[in-house]
Nanobody, 114 residues
């Protein structure tokens, strides 16, 4: 199993960014997937879940209405569209199954700063 995150970078407050997570080594379409993030000196927190099959989603209160999780089963990839970002969104973002399994990729750094 491999999960490789990409798409992070430096973005101004109010800007947008799209993160990607390429998955391999398992039947991607059959699994619920999620995004987590970890800010400096804070614990890792759940950002969004995308359930397999029906496309039901769940978001943390802090990102609801600004972030959108989606997936492309033909590309074995999940995405996190981040709009109207805020400085408090600064973190390393990780993808994982949901519930998360005890392995994590390298993540992708998102820095929101003017």
């Amino acid at each position: 199993v491999q999960l490789v995150e990409s798409g992070g970078g430096l973005v101004h407050p109010g800007g947008s960014l799209r993160l990607s997570c390429a998955a391999s080594g398992f039947t991607f379409s059959a699994f619920h997937m999620s995004w987590y993030r970890q800010a400096p000196r804070k614990e890792r927190e759940l950002v969004a879940i995308l359930y397999s099959g029906g496309g039901i989603t769940h978001y943390a209160d802090s990102v609801r209405g600004r972030f959108t999780i989606s997936r492309d089963n033909t590309k074995n990839t999940i995405y996190l569209q981040m709009n109207n970002v805020k400085p408090e969104d600064t973190a390393v973002y990780y993808c994982n199954f949901y519930p998360p399994q005890n392995f994590w990729g390298q993540g992708t750094q998102v820095t929101v700063s003017s």
